[in-house]
């Protein structure tokens, strides 16, 4: 069984990001005065009196409105509240009971799903305010701020009660999570809706709809996984809003997080020097990714378009000449369904282990093949190599001096064991040390 899940909704601009962080201890929301600020479901997991729990933090819902990004949002949070066990309507005690708030309030009891209703901006002790909020028929309000953490832990045992029997709903998540990185407007939430099957992001024609990373758990007869939809990755010289700011700082968090990158590249453009950047992020976090070409369906081809656009990739893209390249169209579900088997492919060969008696077997074939360099006489002596980690595969190699150990020398190193054992998907970190130096 999964984790219970709370969602925390209401109407635009009460605090709902700022009391989502508060609970789960981080800074995964963007908290901004600008209400629509948070316009997809956020996901986060804490706990709380031994019960771990996912908390959903939802766009503002507008019950009025002729916005398109407004209502976009008001759909969203209807699935959040669908998908939850327990509904935390947060409402603004300095506002008061307002026409929105009422008809949330409908909406939710409409939905039959425990709701309990808190009231936040009250910073010290019960303010008297508070007592109007009876009026929207939903019980007992619980006063808190989101700011200072109060009434927080009478809010989570409230939300408690409420969750189904504990049993084996903690189970090891054994799920790979996979993020989908890219420049706006590549087609990255749309590859998320097409794997889903449902409207689960925002997709817009609009540069930078989806501001925040949206974990969808999502499970198929390959496995199970953990769809990550990020921000798209501005040019540094367009980030000019603290908004954007938050968003690039987010999806480089999702990488971190992640087991697989995908890398959207968008076929009518071909590689731009943001892409390499993007990609980038992912080559330096140590993860297994591959080259996704979207939008190939509206590209005009002959027999030489696909390979034309491996070569650009790989020469652009020189330093990830590991990553399993993919054409697809995300609209049309075009070899979309051939992404599952690569993921597990680059997550497999992420995690290979590789015995030392076979590694050193294969360095002493290389140092054969191709001496070591030299420098003024002395000779680089290669004793042993090592494995000491996975995702990234890791190896330590000790040598009797760590200044001939030229680059050139340790790259080729690193294609005799690509050559030997695959590891395709996946970057290599290597660590030289020097004869007594202790092992990472």
């Not at 901004?32 to 986060?44: F, K, L, N, S």
Request: neutral net charge; charged residues 25%; hydrophobic residues 40%.
């Amino acid at each position: 069984m999964s984790r219970p899940i709370i969602a925390i909704v209401g109407r635009p601009n009460v605090g709902k990001s700022m009391l989502f962080n508060k609970l789960i201890g981080q800074r995964l929301a963007i908290v901004e005065d600008t209400p629509g600020v948070t316009r997809d479901r956020i996901y986060g997991e804490s706990d709380w009196a031994g019960r771990s729990f996912t908390l959903i933090d939802t766009g503002g819902i507008e019950p009025r409105t002729d916005s398109q990004i407004l209502s976009f949002m008001r759909e969203q949070a209807e699935i959040a509240i669908r998908h939850a066990d327990v509904i935390v309507f947060l409402t603004d005690v300095k506002s008061g009971v307002t026409a929105s708030d009422q008809e949330v309030a409908n909406l939710l009891l409409r939905s039959g799903k425990p709701i309990v209703l808190a009231v936040n901006k009250v910073d010290q002790g019960q303010s008297p305010d508070v007592y109007e909020f009876y009026n929207l028929g939903l019980g007992d309000p619980i006063a808190v701020s989101a700011v200072h953490g109060h009434g927080t832990g009478d809010l989570l045992d409230e939300c408690i009660k409420y969750f189904p029997p504990a049993g084996e709903d903690e189970e090891e998540d054994e799920r790979i999570r996979v993020a989908i990185i890219g420049k706006p407007n590549v087609g990255k939430s749309s590859l998320t809706n097409k794997i889903l099957g449902q409207e689960r992001v925002i997709v817009s024609d609009v540069a930078g709809t989806t501001r925040d990373a949206i974990d969808s758990a999502f499970e198929n007869e390959t496995g199970k996984y953990v769809f990550i939809d990020t921000a798209g990755m501005r040019k540094k010289s367009k980030v000019d809003e603290a908004v954007e700011r938050y968003s690039v700082l987010r999806a480089q968090m999702a990488i971190d997080r992640a087991d697989v990158c995908l890398i959207l590249i968008d076929a009518q453009e071909g590689i731009t020097e943001q892409d390499t950047k993007v990609a980038g992020l992912a080559h330096d976090a140590g993860k297994a990714s591959i080259i996704v070409v979207n939008k190939w369906d509206l590209v005009e081809k002959d027999g030489k378009t696909m390979d034309k656009m491996r070569q650009d990739i790989r020469r652009d893209l020189g330093y990830m000449t590991y990553a399993p390249i993919l054409f697809i169209s995300a609209l049309t579900g075009q070899r979309v369904p051939r992404l599952f088997d690569l993921i597990n492919y680059v997550h497999g060969q992420a995690a290979t282990r590789i015995a030392t008696g076979m590694l050193n077997s294969v360095l002493a074939d290389a140092q054969t093949r191709v001496q070591p360099p030299t420098d003024k006489g002395r000779r680089l002596k290669i004793y042993y190599m090592t494995q000491t980690g996975v995702k990234p595969p890791h190896f330590v190699i000790f040598c009797n001096d760590a200044r001939l150990f030229h680059f050139s020398y340790q790259r080729y190193l690193e294609n005799q064991i690509r050559n030997v054992f695959g590891l395709e998907g996946t970057p290599i970190k290597m660590t030289i040390r020097q004869k007594g130096d202790k092992e990472e």
